[in-house]
Nanobody, 117 residues
Framework: QVQLVESGGGLVQPGGSLRLSCAAS????????MGWYRQAPGKQRELVAD???????NYADSVKDRFTISRDVAKNTVYLQMNSLKPEDTAVYYC???????????WGQGIQVTVSS
């Protein structure tokens, strides 16, 4: 099994910044893709950004140039630096990891990010 521990959420004013972290532990062999999704009230969960083991990244259009995803392969940890936050970024953010073995996706418990004045 894979355990994910997320941290770094909270309340921030518009224009502010937050950094999310997600650390994976447990029984697995190598993590291929690590990413962040979010779900706002009444909306479907959507991809925010993901990153491959080789460093390739993918971003939602709504966060490009504001958010940066990175990872520490040795620590099995993924980060999401969120700058210039907007009220529409308010959501529960979920970490997602896809190990090579076991070959399935795992989700974190979710962390609240609220952007409000």
């Amino acid at each position: 099994q894979v355990q994910l521990v997320e941290s770094g959420g909270g309340l921030v004013q518009p224009g502010g910044s937050l950094r999310l972290s997600c650390a994976a532990s447990g029984r697995f062999f190598s993590i291929n893709v690590m990413g962040w999704y979010r779900q706002a009230p009444g909306k479907q969960r959507e991809l925010v950004a993901d990153i491959t083991r080789g460093g390739g990244t993918n971003y939602a259009d709504s966060v490009k140039d504001r958010f940066t995803i990175s990872r520490d392969v040795a620590k099995n940890t993924v980060y999401l630096q969120m700058n210039s936050l907007k009220p529409e970024d308010t959501a529960v953010y979920y970490c997602n990891v896809q190990p090579i073995v076991p070959s399935r996706a795992y989700w974190g418990q979710g962390i609240q990010v609220t952007v409000s004045s």
